[in-house]
């Protein structure tokens, strides 16, 4: 398996495998430099983005496809994504989810209440259109930093 940037030419492929999990996609095209991409066989089997918020990043939609699921892949593509947004300078990461909960508490995210986030996240489509009231908003803060949650 071959893990890579995604580029534009990939959009299509991504915008199909998160919308086959009724992940939002739509705006993928504004954050493309920030994705990552799994391919097997020259076909995107995985995906996972990241929005730059300042000193803050929105990890989004990490998803498998389902024959590949259970391998380790999105833990190895939230890394990547992980490594990039802290090489760049962010200190906290942030996400939303209705399903996936107790899958990002083991990668070391904890739940937090909507009323505490910042205004750079909440700015966010994701946070504003596409990610219900339901969905829980979740953070991973960066290991040595001191930042209020």
């Known amino acids: 398996m071959n893990y890579r940037k995604a580029t534009a030419a990939d959009l299509a492929a991504i915008k199909a495998l998160l919308s086959s ?3 939002p996609s739509s705006d993928c095209d504004e954050h493309i430099e920030n994705f990552i991409i799994v391919e097997d066989k020259d076909k995107i089997i995985g995906t996972g983005g990241l ?3 300042g000193t803050n990043g929105l990890v989004r939609s990490i998803v498998v496809a389902p024959k590949y699921r259970g391998n380790g ?3 190895k593509i939230y890394q990547r994504i992980e490594d990039k947004a802290y090489h760049s300078g962010m200190t906290t990461l942030y996400l939303l989810t209705e399903s996936a909960t107790e899958y990002f508490k083991k990668l070391g995210f904890v739940v937090k209440k909507r009323s505490g986030t910042p205004e750079s996240i909440m700015q966010t489509k994701q946070f504003k ?9 979740m953070c991973h803060e960066k290991s040595g930093t001191n930042n209020e949650k």
């Open 21 to 23: 999990s009724k992940l």
């Open 51 to 53: 929005e730059i918020c």
């Open 73 to 75: 892949i999105a833990r």
């Open 129 to 137: 259109e596409f990610c219900p009231s339901s969905a829980v908003l």
